[in-house]
Each structure stands twice: as structure tokens, then as C-alpha cells.
């Protein structure tokens, strides 16, 4: 969307997460509203033939050091989820499900998922989990964990993944301004300054 940063992300990402806890103070600097779109990178792998960032030889040693190290850089808490990696299957879903009604509730429920898998290492997989969270922001239980099977939501993720792919998202997190993209968390400092100086 023009004049708007879309964020990409897959919630077993834990990178995403990092960027998560910072993209919207981003946006509000330059004036620019961000919009979340939670994805399934498990798709896109199989286009891309990658794989999870920590089951990579080499690489993902190096990856989990340098997730903990970043995580003390910036002060925040972080613990790998129980059942890593995992499928984000339900969270997705319910994210953009809420998002019908809310965007910003639906932020809100996203920024939680991600606390609750990567501070207090909850099941986030978890569709039950899943439903707890939502009813934590005053949902209805009853009426969340139907959504997750709603053949509509499920529609509306799958276009999401293919409008990502489409776009050239390949990995999480991923920014796209006015079809400019940048990928992983560590290119937020790149983002701000493309946003200041408007593009070079």
C-alpha cells in the first residue's frame, strides 16, 4: 500500500519478534502507518528450497548465539518457544480474523502471541492457546476458536501468502515501502534511513 509499511512476518520467527517490539514506533516517526500481514513461510520454502533458520548447519548455531546476544542489546526477554519450530498455523488466522473488526486489537493479539512464545515459552502452536490469548483481549471464546476453521479466514491467509510471495517475500521479518523491500530485522536502521532521506 502507498505510503504505508507493510510488515511481513512468520510468528516462528524470532527475529520477527525483535522487530515486532519496534516497527510501529518506526512507522509513527515518519508518520506512516504499518500494516501487519502474518504469513506461513513454510509455503514459500518450498519455492525457495530454505528451511528454518536454526535446523541450517553452521548457520544455525551462529543463529541462536547471536538471537541472545541481540536480545541483551536491546533489553529484551527472550526464550525459544516449547515445540521450535513450529507451524503458526492458528495464530495466523485468528490474527487476520480480528483484524476484520480491529486492526489495532489485532496488533495487539499479534505483539501478545509473540510474548507468550518467546517470554514465557508458550505452546504458541497451540490453537487452544491461541484462544486464550484472544479471550485475554476480551473476545469471545466461543465465537474464536470457530474462526480458526472458517473456511473464509482460511481463504483470506492463503492469499495472503501468495500476495507475499508475489511481492518477493522470502523471509521473516520482511518490510516492503512503496515496493521497495528490505529483509530481516537487522535492516530496520536501513528502513529508517531510506525513510528520511526518501529513497537514494
Not at 502507498?2 to 518506526?26: Q, R, T, V
Amino acid at each position: 500500500m502507498k505510503g504505508a509499511i507493510d510488515f511481513y512476518f512468520d510468528f516462528s520467527s524470532p527475529y520477527a519478534y525483535f522487530a515486532a517490539m519496534e516497527i510501529d514506533k518506526l512507522g509513527e516517526k515518519h508518520g506512516l502507518p504499518v500494516h501487519w500481514r502474518p504469513i506461513l513461510l513454510g509455503a514459500i520454502f518450498k519455492k525457495t528450497g530454505a528451511k528454518p533458520l536454526l535446523q541450517t548447519p553452521l548457520k544455525g548455531d551462529y543463529a541462536q548465539h547471536d538471537l541472545e546476544r541481540t536480545a541483551r542489546l536491546i533489553r529484551l526477554p527472550f526464550a525459544l518457544p516449547v515445540n521450535f519450530p513450529f507451524a503458526a498455523l492458528a495464530a495466523c488466522r485468528a490474527y487476520y480474523w480480528i483484524r476484520r473488526e480491529d486492526e489495532g486489537l489485532a496488533k495487539s493479539f499479534a505483539k501478545n502471541i509473540f510474548k507468550a512464545g518467546y517470554q514465557m515459552r508458550l505452546d504458541i502452536s497451540d490453537p487452544q492457546t491461541v484462544i486464550d490469548l484472544s479471550s485475554a483481549l476480551g473476545l469471545d471464546s466461543g465465537r474464536t476458536g470457530p474462526a480458526l476453521q472458517s473456511e473464509s479466514v482460511k481463504e483470506e491467509l492463503r492469499n495472503e501468502v501468495s500476495f507475499a510471495e508475489q511481492r518477493g517475500v522470502f523471509g521473516s521479518p520482511f518490510f516492503i515501502y512503496e515496493d521497495e523491500p528490505f529483509w530481516g530485522y537487522d535492516r530496520l536502521p536501513t528502513l529508517d534511513a531510506w525513510l528520511t532521506q526518501k529513497g537514494w
